[in-house]
């Protein structure tokens, strides 16, 4: 019973809009990710670059935050995955470390 | 006036279904967590082991995740409630570092 | 290309009422921070010290998590903004490490 032991992973959001969502998943699905959560975004302000004026995602247009747990080895699929993504549609990814209790549900035997 | 240095702290994140809730909070009263926050999780796809299948909480069940920041000597007694409550139901935790400008309203004197 | 390096930076996250929203993204854009997302809170249990009894937030008054990622040396900015607000309203804020893949898209040249 190791259940009280703490292991490193990375956790990985990702903001996106709406329609973005199940390109994310698919890939999180494609990397064995073992599981995200989608949590509803009220509303943003856009990152953008200098040459992109910010904006206001309103109105229309769903803002979601997508949320996973991975092993550290799965940080640079899911990146360069993104990157295709991103390279076409705005969207930001951040990630950091975090502690689970119980990696195998994490996809780390 | 030390309000602008920050104190380590840990942030503890739940991802369990609405009905544990109060599971969950009254762990967090107990050991006297001094506060958290709940989330509504619009979608997520839960993090299986083995035996488990993966499923995706939808329709009937909605998901939360409980977020709370507390001293480090509190993280073991949460991940020790959890694991009992997690031993029947699905549920994840995870851990990370936080930094805090007001320590006392976290519980640390 | 270097779009999957990843770059260290501060994810800020500030829990306030909505109608205090405001104050709070205003403060964000002065300092210049390129973006942020808002998140509502479903419940919470405020985060109060000794003086201060622990309350509900529910009913009338919505409660926002404002998350944001800006380089280091914005953090001190924004806390000593947030130190004026909070000396009157409640809320709390928490910093963590991220690492981002584009820091040009957080106010990072």
Do not use: C, N
Not at 1 to 23: A, F, T
Not at 66 to 80: M, R
Request: cysteine-free; hydrophobic content about 40%; proline content about 3%.
């Amino acid at each position: 019973m190791d259940d009280l032991v703490l292991h490193p992973m990375k956790e990985v959001k990702v903001v996106v809009s709406g329609e973005q969502r199940k390109l994310v998943t698919d890939l999180l699905d494609r990397i064995e990710a073992t599981g995200y959560t989608i949590i509803a975004i009220t509303a943003g302000k856009g990152h953008g670059g200098l040459q992109e004026s910010h904006f206001m995602f309103g109105g229309m247009e769903s803002l979601e935050m997508i949320l996973t747990v991975v092993p550290e080895e799965k940080v640079e699929p899911i990146l360069a995955g993104l990157k295709t993504l991103f390279s076409h549609q705005s969207g930001v990814m951040f990630v950091s470390d975090v502690a689970v209790s119980r990696r195998e549900y994490f996809g780390k035997s």
